[in-house]
């Protein structure tokens, strides 16, 4: 299972979640934080890739805009 951020009009494999699981439907959870610099407007997504299609999921997201100049 990988699941992968893009951001800034590239996706970003260092702050993916990747968790092997085997054929029988066994379960995968994962964790991932980091901060981005978007200083031009730019869409986020996740990417889903695995070998076989996902068949439920949970995502918990949290945006904060830090207000500081760079």
């Known amino acids: 299972m990988q ?3 893009f951001y800034n009009g ?6 993916g979640v990747y968790f092997a699981t ?3 439907g066994s379960s995968a959870c994962g964790s ?6 978007a200083t031009d407007p730019t869409t986020f997504s996740l990417t889903y890739s695995g070998p076989t ?4 999921g949970t995502v918990t997201l ?4 830090l207000n500081r100049p760079f």
Not at 62 to 65: D, E, I, N, S, V
């Open 3 to 5: 699941v992968t951020p």
């Open 22 to 24: 085997t054929a029988n």
């Open 10 to 15: 590239k996706a970003h494999l260092e702050t």
């Open 53 to 56: 299609d996902a068949r439920e």
């Open 62 to 65: 949290t945006f904060l805009k």
């Open 32 to 37: 991932a934080h980091f901060i981005l610099a």
